[in-house]
C-alpha cells in the first residue's frame, strides 16, 4: 500500500486554521523515521516547516513557530498538522515525508493544497 496518505487540505480565509493529515501505511514509519512536513509555494523552492525527531523534540521554521503544531497519533499511524492563525503567505501544497536512514524512512505524501486567501 501506498506509505504515506494524505489529506486535510483546503481554502481559508486569513486567520483560519486547517489541519492536515498524514496516515502511514505502518506505525514503523512513525516509530523509525524523523517525520517531517515540507511546503513548497509557486515559483518557490520547497522548504521545511516543521521536524518531529523525537515525540519530545519538535523544530518548526521561525515563520510557522507559535501558530504550526506537529504531532503524531501513534494508535492510528497518522501524523498531523495544526495550523492555526493562518496568512497569505502559508498558501503552498504541504507534503509529509519519512525520513532517516532506514529502508523505511523514504517515503513522501501525495501533497495537498492549501490555501489562504481573503
Known amino acids: 500500500q501506498v506509505p504515506l496518505v494524505q489529506s486535510g487540505g483546503g481554502s481559508v480565509q486569513p486567520g483560519g486554521s486547517l489541519k492536515l493529515s498524514c496516515r502511514a501505511s505502518?506505525?514503523?514509519?512513525?516509530?523509525?523515521?524523523?517525520m517531517n512536513w515540507y511546503r513548497q509555494a509557486p515559483g518557490k523552492e520547497r522548504e521545511l516547516v516543521s521536524s518531529i525527531i523525537t515525540p519530545d523534540t519538535i523544530i518548526y521554521i521561525d515563520a510557522v513557530k507559535g501558530r504550526f503544531t506537529s504531532s503524531v497519533d501513534n494508535a492510528k499511524s497518522t501524523l498531523y498538522l495544526q495550523m492555526n492563525s493562518l496568512r497569505t503567505d502559508d498558501t503552498a501544497v504541504y507534503y509529509c515525508?519519512?525520513?532517516?536512514?532506514?529502508?523505511?524512512?523514504?517515503?513522501w505524501g501525495q501533497g495537498t493544497q492549501v490555501t489562504v486567501t481573503s
Open positions: 515525508a519519512a525520513v532517516g536512514a532506514r529502508s523505511v524512512c523514504d517515503a
Open positions: 505502518s506505525v514503523d514509519i512513525i516509530n523509525f523515521c524523523r
